[in-house]
């Protein structure tokens, strides 16, 4: 049985780079039995964006101090760093 989590995906415009980690996150997840219900916005619209959100990816820097856990990572650009990535994405959402 799977669990279902909100995620929220951030970039500097909501659109190309957030799209490409969420369809990255949301397979790697699924293979890892957690259900994503996905979210994209602008880094700079977070905050208004958080409301039942169990964890921020982001390509890009945050607001300090957010109420939900974040992760921020290019590994899903670069592909350098995408296993840990995807191990501390898991572990945050099965917290």
């Given at each position: 049985?799977?669990i279902?989590?909100?995620?929220?995906?951030?970039?500097?415009?909501g659109?190309?780079?957030?799209?490409v980690v969420?369809?990255?996150v949301?397979?790697?997840?699924?293979?890892?039995?957690?259900?994503?219900?996905?979210?994209?916005?602008?880094?700079t619209?977070?905050?208004?964006?958080?409301?039942g959100?169990d964890?921020?990816?982001?390509?890009?820097?945050?607001?300090?101090?957010?109420?939900?856990?974040?992760?921020?990572?290019?590994?899903?650009?670069?592909g350098?760093?995408?296993?840990?990535?995807?191990?501390?994405?898991?572990?945050?959402?099965?917290?």
């Amino acid at each position: 049985m799977s669990i279902k989590k909100r995620v929220l995906f951030a970039c500097g415009t909501g659109i190309a780079t957030s799209t490409v980690v969420s369809h990255a996150v949301v397979e790697a997840m699924k293979e890892r039995g957690i259900d994503i219900d996905p979210r994209q916005c602008k880094a700079t619209e977070v905050r208004s964006e958080l409301g039942g959100m169990d964890l921020i990816v982001s390509t890009t820097q945050l607001p300090s101090e957010l109420p939900v856990p974040s992760i921020v990572t290019l590994a899903f650009l670069t592909g350098m760093g995408k296993a840990e990535a995807l191990d501390k994405i898991e572990a945050a959402l099965r917290a």
